[in-house]
């Protein structure tokens, strides 16, 4: 592996990088919308008829681009807060962005097919594209480029707070193939109520494990899907 280089926030490398990066979040939302295709005559003669054809297409769009959005919105808030970038974590956030141009093509598949295993590949890429961004966080706080003020408490709980998604998505697989992929689809509904509970949680018990802090009221912790 090559010289593991640092690259500080104020050159022109970091620039470059981050640019990278959101383009690709950027061109693998607008490439969402081409999943939604059928423009056909009878598909458009009516709009039951525009629902019926393009129905769950657009759902599935409509899943994949709040998904994209809270990966980008991850990614600019873990990186914003680095110091600098090294050639590891700009490697692991390259892996980070092949899941990321790989959801259109999952989504166009869960769209198109009422069938278990786009449900289980759709859930496999989104699942595997969090736990990496996890690991890019934590190589970058083990090289000393994220925050100063971490603790291994703090740590644990990021951790915590990341296995959420990754662990919602996996368990629909089964869903998917022993009741039906609409059921694993509603199952991620989950994360609206898991993530933010686990975020005031962890956020509770870090306050709470600090020297001179007494227990704190509930406060938005930070999700990785958001």
């Known amino acids: 592996m090559p010289t593991d280089r640092r690259y500080d926030k104020d050159g022109i490398e970091f620039a470059r990088a981050v640019t990278f990066f959101d383009a690709i979040f950027a061109f693998a939302v607008t490439l969402l919308i081409t999943t939604v295709d059928d423009f056909s005559p009878a598909a458009w003669s009516s709009p039951s008829a525009l629902w019926a054809a393009n129905g769950s297409s657009l759902t599935a769009f409509a899943i994949s681009f709040v998904v994209v959005v809270s990966f980008w919105r991850a990614s600019h808030r873990s990186v ?102 609409t059921a694993a689809e509603l199952s991620w509904l989950l994360l609206i109520v898991l993530e933010p509970l686990v975020g005031r949680l962890g956020a509770r018990r870090i306050r709470t494990g600090r020297p001179g802090h007494a227990v704190a009221g509930p406060t938005d912790g930070r999700s990785t899907g958001q």
Request: proline content about 6%; charged content about 15%; hydrophobic content about 55%.
């Open 80 to 181: 914003s807060g680095l110091a600098a970038l090294n050639n590891r974590v700009i490697l692991l956030n390259c892996v980070v962005m092949f899941g990321v141009v790989l959801i259109p093509f999952a989504t166009e598949a869960m769209g198109k097919l009422d069938l278990p295993l786009p449900v289980a590949v759709y859930a496999v890429v989104i699942s595997g594209t969090s736990i990496m961004h996890r690991v890019m966080e934590s190589q970058a706080e083990r090289a000393g480029l994220g925050r100063g003020d971490s603790t291994a408490e703090s740590r644990r709980w990021d951790w915590i707070q990341a296995a959420v998604l990754p662990l919602v998505f996996l368990c629909s697989i089964p869903v998917a193939y022993l009741v039906k992929p």
